[in-house]
């Protein structure tokens, strides 16, 4: 008891501390942001890309840069991280070394962007997780006293032709010293040892971290995943393996197929033998009905921390039934570009989260959003962008940002609106994604994309005298994982019957239309389903 009570000092005063700190930025925001956009311009002065533009980021101020400087998109950037990719190590956008790119969710031209980022910013990111738990336990205090059980896990990384590591922003998180090597801290004790996480084989790496939450069952007070989709996918295999794990559990030794030497090192130090246990998991999966499960199995769960906004709102009546209700919690808002904010209300309904940018992390802009008259991502607009403090309650706005990193001014395709004002920082509602049409996991499929799948497909009708007339779509999350469906009506002009293997292929040849985040969730992490095309009658449009 002594050894804790020291402890419990230093966690306290850095929760203080934390909560001081998102107390000061948001009171001083416009202040905060001059500084930040002045520290990013000077550091960069004599980088290409402004030097292009005729900025000296020595001198500028806030008005000259937003004179000078175009709001872009990705395509603008592209021959510039082309370069950077494929081995210039001059100052193109960043006078620090581009450390990795992170490869975003969205695509362009079917593959992953590629977003520069340098090796501070990490630390960058470090600092943000470092405030969701002193503003959590705010809320559900004890927090410190348990486990959290989370299913996190790593992606393949490739090499650009320069040699550069490409990504997404989270594997290169829990790959970095900051997650790692993290010194214990009781708000991100977590149930998966590290190396569960690290594993790159996604079936070893699911089982043995369900097969470690198990075992620590009564210890676990959180439970949760990045997406949504992704804990329900965990409770999915949960569903098809739990007699494989209870066996581990009884008799103290791990499957097989889980191969990994560090992995079953790890595992082992933690699974023991335990009849009581088993019998018990046993038992409530066995039951008919596995409603409520995640409090039968983990009976001291407070609450389910994964993303349910925007499009991952889909999978909220799920979660809720197999949680009995527990509250879902988002705790942060952030992408490959940025780190961006938090939500400090923690316990609002999910379609009333709303987001805290907090203005260290990038400087900020805003584009006024006419929903009922869009301007695309790559289209040149001449409004006028709004700062952060100077954003309306109520309005829409396309986030533009100018990051460490050597993005500038540039369109991150989300659509905020504002909910209200933390001091005088803004708190924005996530209302959607530019342009996505569909998305079941971290695929966003847009409209334009999904066209020229459709036009590829509809190729193999043509020997049967056949077109089609009208289409449309959604993805179907009602089983796991969820898939697209394409609902298409088709006009017959021979007499010669499709046979069904036809669409069989035309469903194919929309498969390999898509982006490669599509295909990645196909193939490798099974956290997407086999597209479907239902027919419909004549004249259903």
Request: glycine share 6%; proline share 5%; charged share 25%.
């Amino acid at each position: 008891m002594p050894e804790e009570a020291p402890m419990k000092n230093v966690v306290c005063e850095k929760s203080r501390k934390a909560l001081q700190f998102v107390e000061d930025v948001t009171c001083n925001a416009d202040e905060v942001q001059r500084k930040v956009l002045a520290e990013i311009l000077s550091r960069n002065a004599n980088v290409e890309y402004l030097q292009r533009y005729g900025l000296d980021g020595n001198k500028a101020d806030r008005e000259t840069f937003k004179k000078v400087m175009p709001v872009v998109s990705y395509e603008d950037l592209k021959p510039d991280i082309e370069r950077i990719s494929n081995g210039d190590t001059s100052q193109i956008l960043c006078s620090q070394p581009i450390s990795e790119f992170l490869t975003s969710s969205g695509t362009s031209a079917g593959e992953r962007k590629l977003m520069p980022t340098i090796e501070e910013e990490l630390g960058r990111r470090s600092l943000l997780y470092s405030l969701l738990m002193p503003v959590m336990n705010q809320f559900v205090p004890g927090l410190d006293r348990g486990k959290g059980m989370y299913f996190l896990f790593i992606k393949s990384e490739a090499k650009t032709p320069g040699g550069l590591v490409a990504r997404p922003v989270l594997t290169s998180y829990y790959k970095s010293s900051y997650f790692r090597e993290r010194p214990y801290d009781p708000y991100t004790n977590y149930t998966s040892p590290n190396e569960t996480i690290l594993c790159q084989d996604s079936y070893q790496s699911m089982y043995s971290q369900l097969l470690c939450g198990l075992c620590q069952n009564y210890d676990v007070l959180r439970v949760g995943a990045v997406f949504a989709s992704g804990f329900i996918r965990a409770i999915k295999f949960l569903e098809k393996h739990w007699i494989l794990l209870c066996n581990d559990i009884r008799n103290g030794k791990i499957d097989s197929k889980i191969s990994d030497p560090s992995v079953r090192e790890a595992v082992l130090k933690i699974l023991k033998p335990n009849q009581k246990l088993a019998d018990f998991i046993e038992a409530e999966c066995s039951r008919e009905s596995w409603k409520g499960i995640i409090t039968r199995l983990w009976p001291n769960t407070k609450y389910i921390d994964v993303i349910v906004t925007g499009t991952m709102s889909q999978y909220i009546p799920t979660l809720d039934y197999y949680s009995n209700g527990l509250p879902l919690v988002c705790t942060m808002y952030a992408s490959s570009e940025c780190y961006f904010g938090l939500n400090l209300n923690p316990l609002s309904k999910p379609s009333e989260v709303s987001y805290t940018l907090i203005p260290t992390m990038a400087y900020f802009e805003f584009l006024p959003v006419n929903r009922a008259a869009p301007t695309l991502l790559g289209q040149k607009t001449d409004q006028e962008l709004v700062d952060l403090v100077d954003v309306k309650l109520g309005e829409e706005y396309e986030l533009v940002v100018t990051t460490y990193a050597g993005l500038y001014r540039y369109r991150v395709g989300d659509i905020l609106r504002v909910a209200g004002f933390k001091n005088k920082a803004p708190q924005f509602n996530f209302v959607c994604r530019k342009n996505v049409v569909l998305s079941i996991d971290a695929d966003k499929t847009d409209e334009v994309e999904l066209q020229n799948a459709v036009e590829n497909a509809t190729k193999h009708l043509l020997p049967f005298g056949a077109s089609l007339t009208e289409y449309t779509s959604y993805a179907d999350t009602s089983k796991i994982p969820g898939h697209y469906v394409l609902f298409w009506e088709i006009c017959l002009s021979g007499s010669a019957p499709i046979h069904p293997s036809v669409f069989e292929d035309c469903c194919l040849a929309i498969e390999e239309s898509l982006n490669s985040v599509y295909r990645q969730g196909r193939v490798s992490d099974k956290s997407i389903g086999p597209l479907e095309i239902r027919i419909t009658e004549k004249g259903t449009f």
